[in-house]
């Protein structure tokens, strides 16, 4: 009686068990799909934000231009895309956007045979110091020396801005080509423009 | 006493259902632990011949596997991309784990801080197909003979390698060195935290044929990549200007302004003779020998107030002026 009591037990016990296998048996292999996808595709993201600086400060602000109080916009982006079976992948980044600071890149590569980007940034620098002076034209070709009895306060900054394209290609036997073409141009009280481009063979 | 039995048996058995319907719906059941079914080797889920380790599902954030198909080692379309074992080892142990043994051995090549894999063993894995290149000098280089792993500052089987990464690279270097982290919070200093300028910008970990791991092959070749106004050649050259620029500078940060190891006329006085207004003892009031029009010699830019041009001036009429860079 108690060995019959007991396998009756067994049957109900596995037929319960068996039904809820078959209820969320695919729900779970589907999960698990889901998991595997989530673990291994490559995700984009996208953050957008607003910061609020209390107080003017130079030297919070020296290389980001958020030296004066108020509320600033920020945008961050990673947008990533691999084409098919081939390993071709579009990838789009931007830091900072909004901000004086900014960087954005594109890049487009199929990996192990080529590849090519374009990328452009800005750096400020703000000088931490407000001169007070009588000198006038500065970052001109003519200064003159005004006769006040005091002089004018001027905010010295530069800023640097790149523009870089690039191309790589894999050649056989381990070599590859890298050519770079970088314009940096650097501007404000004093400018100066340069530009140079360089190619390299390894 | 076979009533009190039956209604024990049967008090647990909504406890026994409820367990076991939790276990099967679990959606974080595969991801985490090992299933109790028998494991398929049929099917590869990231790299090439991965089904043998990817059918023990043994994910955690501590341990991440699968996430390498996310960075550039499994891309499976590039020829180059390795297999599990091979960076890993056969690991015919850890593969065929003997019933009753509850942890699986360790792989044949284990990376990693506490990894019990000689780092010479653990590096060659990487240089088998990182060589040449940027990594061209790295036998011999500082890090190499300080047996400085690849895995101390790269991680691969995460989608974001902070090492790679100009906002998040510091933070690796600093690691280990401590004087760089504390000379960039200076006031005078690069761009580093706020992501503009990286250490791998100036610096070739994987090692170099210039000084102190520099990219290029001199100091001034590096730091004239991206300050190539002060590069000269100039018709009047500042001597320790063309000779290198850390005379003067330290580029991780000083509390002098410009990057200065110290403000002028200290800096100036360290070389010039102390003949003329050179050598006289500065001071912020005329009433010193070293004083400029009455005005103390280091006020403002001491020295640069009139050299101005302390990198080399290109001035081709007066050379008066030009040869001591004041115009």
């Given at each position: ?38 673990l ?163 | ?30 991801a985490e632990e090992p ?11 990231v790299l090439?011949?991965d089904?043998?380790c990817t059918?023990c599902p043994y994910e955690t954030e501590a341990y991440p596997v699968l996430s390498i198909?996310?960075t550039?080692h499994g ?7 390795p297999t599990c074992t091979g960076c890993h080892g056969e690991s015919k142990a850890h593969l065929d784990k003997p019933?009753?043994v509850r942890v699986a051995p360790n792989p044949d090549i284990v990376f990693g801080k506490r990894a019990a894999t000689p780092v010479e063993q653990q590096n060659e894995t990487c240089i088998t197909c990182h ?7 790295w036998?011999?280089s500082t890090h190499q003979a300080h047996d400085v792993a690849c895995t101390s500052c790269h991680q691969l089987h995460v989608a974001h390698d902070p090492v790679r990464d100009?906002?998040t690279q510091f933070e690796v270097c600093f690691t280990c060195h401590k004087?760089?982290r ?23 970990s994987h ?121």
């Open positions: 009686m108690k060995k019959m009591l007991a396998q009756v037990r067994m049957i109900r016990l596995t037929a319960i068990v068996s039904a809820l296998r078959a209820a969320f048996g695919p729900v779970h292999a589907e999960e698990a799909a889901q998991a595997v996808e989530r291994t595709k490559p995700e984009s993201t996208v953050q957008f934000g607003a910061g609020y600086v209390d107080q003017d400060n130079q030297r919070f602000g020296q290389y980001t231009g958020l030296r004066e109080a108020g509320v600033y916009g920020i945008a961050d982006l990673d947008l990533v895309r691999r084409l098919g079976e081939a390993g071709t992948e579009l990838r789009l980044t931007g830091r900072n956007l909004g901000l004086a600071h900014g960087e954005a890149r594109f890049e487009h590569r199929r990996q192990g045979d080529w590849g090519y980007f374009i990328e452009f940034g800005q750096a400020p620098d703000y000088s931490p110091y407000t001169v007070n002076t009588r000198l006038t034209g500065i970052g001109g070709t003519s200064q003159t020396v005004i006769g006040a009895s005091s002089g004018q306060d001027v905010q010295l900054k530069t800023v640097r801005k790149t523009a870089t394209l690039g191309f790589d290609k894999l050649l056989p036997a381990g070599f590859d080509v890298q050519v770079r073409s970088a314009t940096r141009t650097r501007t404000g009280r004093g400018c100066s423009v340069r530009a140079h481009w360089g190619a390299s063979i390894s | 006493m076979m009533g009190s039995k039956k209604n024990r048996l049967f008090g647990l058995l909504p406890v026994l259902v409820l367990a076991l319907g939790a276990f099967v719906a679990s959606p974080a059941h595969a299933s109790g079914d028998k494991p398929s080797r049929n099917t590869d889920l090439k011949g089904a043998v059918s198909r996310k550039r891309v499976v379309a590039d020829a180059r991309t019933k009753g060589k040449g290149g940027k990594h061209i000098h036998a011999g100009k906002l004087e760089q504390a000379e960039i919070s200076r006031p005078s200093r690069h761009p580093v935290k706020e992501g503009k300028v990286a250490c791998s910008d100036c610096h070739n090692g170099g044929a210039g000084p102190m791991l520099m990219v290029r092959d001199s100091v001034n070749e590096t730091c004239s990549s991206c300050h190539m106004e002060k590069r000269g050649p100039f018709i009047w050259n500042h001597q320790p200007v063309t000779e290198d620029c850390s005379i003067c500078h330290n580029p991780h940060g000083t509390t002098a302004d410009n990057l200065l190891k110290a403000r002028a006329p200290f800096l100036c006085q360290q070389c010039h003779e102390p003949t003329g207004h050179r050598g006289g003892i500065p001071s912020l009031t005329g009433l010193s020998s070293f004083n400029l029009s009455g005005r103390g010699a280091t006020l403002a830019r001491s020295c640069m107030n009139c050299h101005t041009q302390i990198h080399g001036s290109n001035n081709p009429a007066d050379g008066a002026a030009g040869r001591i860079f004041q115009r």
